[in-house]
């Protein structure tokens, strides 16, 4: 069964930081282009961060780069997502998600082309 699961979510303080996991079962992270997606309360799914395959190339979005770090272990399967500096508006639920064949990060996050999404974690931050 394939499925991946994420975890690290919870209550921060502005400023704060928190470290998402995901953890891939059931497949290989190899070949795949990987991302976190975020979702604020009435408001549509965003791309935050995608990785392609290799790791070699990322994207982040505008109001996360300098803040957020993405990485991946392929040999453990799993996919991080480091945030510092955290603000209101981070707040929301992050979906790790996974694409396969040779999709750009860039289109990954942009497009929310995905083929399997994460149940998603919940981030809240307050002051």
């Known amino acids: 069964q394939l499925q991946l699961v994420e975890s690290g979510g919870g209550l921060v303080q502005i400023g704060g930081s928190l470290r998402l996991s995901c953890a891939a079962s059931g497949f290989t992270l190899d070949d795949l282009t990987i991302g976190w997606f975020r979702q604020a309360p009435g408001k549509g799914r965003e791309g935050v961060s995608c990785?392609?395959?290799?790791?070699?190339?990322?994207m982040y979005a505008d109001s996360v780069k300098g803040r957020f770090t993405i990485s991946r272990d392929n040999a453990k399967k799993t996919v991080t997502l480091q945030m510092n500096g955290l603000r209101p508006e981070d707040t929301g639920v992050y979906y790790c998600?996974?694409?396969?064949?040779?999709?750009?990060?860039?289109?990954?996050?942009?497009?929310?082309?995905?083929?399997?999404w994460g149940q998603g974690t919940q981030v809240t931050v307050s002051s």
């Open positions: 990785s392609s395959s290799g790791g070699s190339s990322t």
């Open positions: 998600a996974v694409r396969r064949g040779s999709t750009s990060p860039g289109t990954m996050c942009s497009t929310s082309l995905v083929d399997y």
